[in-house]
């Protein structure tokens, strides 16, 4: 059974930092890039960060840029999210993502990924 599984997550005050950690079982996602996305309540789900499977890509959201690094441990299965600077409006549920790959360089930024992490909450207090 493939899963994805987030932790990391709590709650922060304003200025602090968390890191989250997304692990992969059941495949090896050596080559399929990976990202994160969240979800504040009564918002849409939308992209924050992404990383390409040989490391040599990223995107970030522009709320994000600067604050947050995306990264990831190929021989571990996982990826992380170094959340910096936190903001209230960071406070959202976060879900890591994964989709198979041809090109080592190739990110996506939008929701079509083949698989979902059930996602950890992330409250930060101001």
């Known amino acids: 059974q493939v899963q994805l599984v987030e932790s990391g997550g709590g709650l922060v005050q304003a200025g602090g930092s968390l890191r989250l950690s997304c692990t992969a079982s059941g495949r090896t996602f050596s080559n399929d890039a990976m990202a994160w996305f969240r979800q504040a309540p009564g918002k849409e789900r939308e992209f924050v960060a992404a990383?390409?499977?040989?490391?040599?890509?990223?995107r970030y959201a522009d709320s994000v840029k600067g604050r947050f690094t995306i990264s990831r441990d190929n021989a571990k299965n996982t990826e992380y999210l170094q959340m910096n600077s936190l903001k209230p409006e960071d406070t959202a549920v976060y879900y890591c993502?994964?989709?198979?790959?041809?090109?080592?360089?190739?990110?996506?930024?939008?929701?079509?990924?083949?698989?979902w992490g059930q996602g950890t909450q992330v409250t930060v207090s101001s």
């Open positions: 993502a994964a989709k198979p790959m041809t090109w080592g360089w190739a990110v996506v930024t939008g929701d079509d990924y083949d698989y």
């Open positions: 990383i390409s499977w040989n490391s040599g890509t990223f």
